[in-house]
């Protein structure tokens, strides 16, 4: 009896880790170049990334809101590392908060701010595909102790 | 012995089915606090995108628009204090607004660049813009300090960069920090002489007095203006015109 074809577990967390992986890369150099004055670079050209990065929003008491972005990044690697429930579910609702954030700011750069910034929304692509992840692992695996999807079992 | 056995046998299935029962309750409790969460997150945002939204006031002194934009409009053009043009021009054009005002906001914007661009800048007339504060508390300190930006040569920039930045009437936003933003925004390099100078009695004086001038005057709302030239009778009341063109006849009309 498959009702749904989960991917394992091993190969679910591995995923995680990648991606969590280029997130901290990427929060980290927004980070990096926000500090001092700078503003991350837009690829394209374009002053997108230095109006959002200048604008009240990019930082919440003072701290540049992609320091928040570094902190959940490194958790969701972290929680890539274990197979129990609470890393399941760590995992699953710092993605799910992380996601929720980025559909914010989102709606503040485009409605609010009024300009684009091409990392921020990389970060948010890749919280969403984290937040994918991390849901698709706590539907298939929570309450499990083995690497096996619940569906899957008999 | 064997009944020995068959009970060890018995205890490790039963330990084996609550184990089941009990991983069966963690995933039904985990996806459960996952629902919630998500149900949690959802009801987040929505409130956080309805306050911003709602919060719209204008008067963001953090996101201050059209700075680059203010100062195009005013380079190549002399001005002092609040008067904008040739000093020599032989006509004078009064506008006497609130930097609260709505009104005064849309003529900043859509009316009288034409002008500016136009006869003010071919030197035809001159553009002086005098304070009369109707709208709220707030208005006086607001033309104290354009007043004070234009002892440093940025006044009309102030005056057009705070209306291209204007919240809504008497929301408050017109604070210290707005009007610190805008001073910065128009250019005003001595920030400490323009904190010192619009909290002064000569500029906040200055307001209420033009104040009273437009009340004597007869005027009742903002902006109105008024006219003189070497063709005019003294000083001329324009109320508030409906068209640019309408003032441009009436600075050919003047001189």
């Not at chain 1, 190969?11 to 969590?20: D, G, H, N, S, T």
């Not at chain 1, 926000?34 to 990019?58: K, R």
């Not at chain 2, 628009?65 to 009064?94: H, M, N, R, Y």
């Amino acid at each position: 009896m498959i009702a749904m074809n989960f991917p394992t577990e091993a190969r679910l967390r591995r995923v995680i880790a990648f991606v969590a992986a280029l997130g901290v890369g990427v929060a980290t150099y927004i980070t990096i170049a926000d500090s001092g004055g700078g503003a991350p670079t837009c690829l394209a050209g374009g002053g997108g990334c230095e109006t959002v990065a200048n604008s009240s929003y990019s930082h919440i008491a003072g701290v540049n809101v992609a320091v928040f972005g570094i902190i959940g990044y490194i958790v969701l690697l972290g929680t890539a590392f274990f197979a129990n429930d609470l890393a399941r579910f760590l995992g699953f609702a710092t993605a799910l908060g992380g996601f929720g954030f980025s559909v914010y700011l989102t709606y503040l750069e485009i409605f609010k701010i009024e300009a684009i910034c091409q990392w921020c929304v990389a970060s948010a692509v890749l919280m969403t595909i984290l937040f994918l992840l991390n849901a698709t692992r706590l539907i298939g695996y929570a309450g499990t102790t083995t690497t096996a999807a619940v569906p899957e079992q008999p | 012995m064997s009944n020995k056995r068959e009970r060890e046998k018995r205890r490790e299935q039963r330990v084996q089915e609550e184990s089941k029962v009990d991983s069966g309750e963690r995933r039904t409790r985990l996806l459960q606090f996952g629902a919630g969460a998500v149900f949690l997150v959802i009801v987040a945002v929505v409130i956080l995108i309805v306050v911003n939204g709602s919060s719209e006031n204008g008067g963001d002194a953090q996101n201050l628009k059209e700075v680059s934009t203010v100062d195009q409009l005013f380079t190549g053009i002399p001005q002092k204090e609040l008067v904008l043009g040739d000093p020599k021009a032989k006509v004078e054009l009064i506008e006497y607004g609130d930097l609260q005002c709505p009104v005064c906001k849309a003529y900043s914007e859509d009316f009288l660049p034409q002008i500016i661009e136009g006869q003010v800048k071919e030197g035809k007339a001159k553009l002086v813009f005098r304070n009369f504060t109707i709208i709220g508390p707030q208005s006086a300190p607001a033309g104290a300090a354009a007043l004070a930006a234009g002892a440093q040569g940025r006044g009309w920039e102030y005056i057009e960069l705070f209306y291209r930045n204007q919240g809504t009437e008497n929301s408050g936003y017109a604070d210290d920090e707005f009007l610190t933003a805008v001073a910065k925004g128009a250019g005003v390099k001595d920030i400490a002489q323009w904190e010192t100078d619009r909290k002064g009695t000569k500029y906040t004086d200055q307001v209420t007095a033009t104040t009273e001038e437009a009340q004597r005057l007869g005027f009742t709302g903002t902006p109105s203006l008024a006219i003189k030239g070497p063709s005019t009778n003294g000083l001329e009341l324009l109320g508030t015109p409906s068209a640019p063109e309408e003032v441009e006849a009436e600075i050919e009309k003047a001189s």
